[in-house]
């Protein structure tokens, strides 16, 4: 089955899209940005774990101060998108051909943010919800495909996404407190696959398809590109 095949069928297609080594040194930019908030806080610098691993520092960070370790996840999920590295994989043009060969539709405008799996916050993973959750034709109802670009290999053991693969006309949420989850009785009769995303992935989502984030037992970053219609 072609990739706009599977899109068209099941509301999802992960296509092999950025170099590899490409993707993975965008990580510098969250690097970068953590460094760069961690220094203006009166907390001394050494507590924000520059020596870890990118994908324990949250986690670390955590153990000691809980406060800032949700600061700086915040921080990474509203700003980081803006570092260079980031931008560019944002503003490729393959990304915005692919998608709108995958929808059959011109798109024009997007909304970029780093997304995170991480293990010490497992109440900020994501659960069922399709990315247009009222279908009223503003803000979010104007997005059309998402991207979802893991800044390393992801999957079903590390923070990848499952899918309700199947293209669905309509949203599928129910509002909460919090804003809107898809019921797990909605979707018992539909398919679930976990692609395996390897970095260089671009994993394509129709604007109504259900989706959640599974664990990780390490910290997975992602680039989330919405597109909207034309």
Same mark, same amino acid.
């Given at each position: 089955?072609?990739?706009?095949?599977?899109?068209?069928?099941?509301?999802?297609?992960?296509?092999?899209?950025?170099?590899?080594?490409?993707?993975?040194?965008?990580?510098?930019?969250?690097?970068?940005?953590?460094?760069?908030?961690?220094?203006?806080?009166?907390?001394?610098?050494?507590?924000?774990?520059?020596?870890?691993?990118?994908?324990?520092?949250?986690?670390?960070?955590?153990?000691?101060?809980?406060?800032?370790?949700?600061?700086?996840?915040?921080?990474?999920?509203?700003?980081?998108?803006?570092?260079?590295?980031?931008?560019?994989?944002?503003?490729?043009?393959?990304?915005?051909?692919?998608?709108?060969?995958?929808?059959?539709?011109?798109?024009?405008?997007?909304?970029?943010?780093?997304?995170?799996?991480?293990?010490?916050? *497992? @109440?900020? =993973?994501? $659960?069922?919800?399709?990315? !247009?959750?009222?279908?009223?034709?503003? #803000?979010?109802?104007?997005? +059309?495909?998402?991207?979802?670009?893991?800044?390393?290999?992801?999957?079903?053991?590390?923070?990848?996404?499952?899918?309700?693969?199947?293209?669905?006309?309509?949203?599928?949420?129910?509002?909460?407190?919090?804003?809107?989850?898809? *019921? @797990?009785? =909605?979707? $018992?009769?539909?398919?679930? !696959?976990?692609?395996?995303?390897?970095? #260089?992935?671009?994993?394509? +989502?129709?604007?109504?398809?259900?989706?959640?984030?599974?664990?990780?037992?390490?910290?997975?970053?992602?680039?989330?590109?919405?597109?909207?219609?034309?």
């Amino acid at each position: 089955m072609t990739a706009a095949a599977l899109f068209a069928e099941q509301g999802y297609a992960a296509l092999p899209l950025f170099d590899r080594d490409l993707v993975v040194a965008a990580q510098a930019d969250i690097v970068e940005h953590i460094d760069r908030v961690s220094r203006a806080l009166y907390l001394p610098f050494e507590l924000s774990c520059p020596d870890a691993p990118l994908t324990e520092r949250i986690d670390r960070i955590f153990t000691h101060e809980r406060s800032v370790a949700n600061l700086l996840r915040v921080a990474i999920c509203t700003d980081a998108h803006r570092g260079p590295r980031l931008q560019a994989l944002a503003n490729d043009p393959r990304l915005k051909e692919a998608a709108e060969a995958l929808c059959g539709r011109a798109l024009a405008g997007k909304i970029v943010r780093v997304r995170a799996s991480i293990a010490c916050f *497992p @109440e900020h =993973r994501h $659960a069922w919800h399709s990315d !247009v959750a009222r279908d009223d034709g503003t #803000g979010c109802g104007k997005v +059309l495909v998402t991207a979802w670009i893991p800044l390393g290999d992801a999957g079903p053991e590390s923070g990848g996404l499952e899918v309700a693969a199947e293209r669905q006309p309509a949203p599928l949420g129910e509002q909460v407190e919090d804003g809107f989850e898809i *019921p @797990e009785w =909605r979707l $018992a009769d539909l398919p679930r !696959v976990q692609p395996a995303c390897p970095a #260089g992935t671009a994993l394509f +989502l129709d604007r109504f398809t259900p989706h959640r984030t599974l664990p990780a037992r390490a910290t997975r970053f992602a680039l989330v590109v919405w597109m909207k219609a034309a």
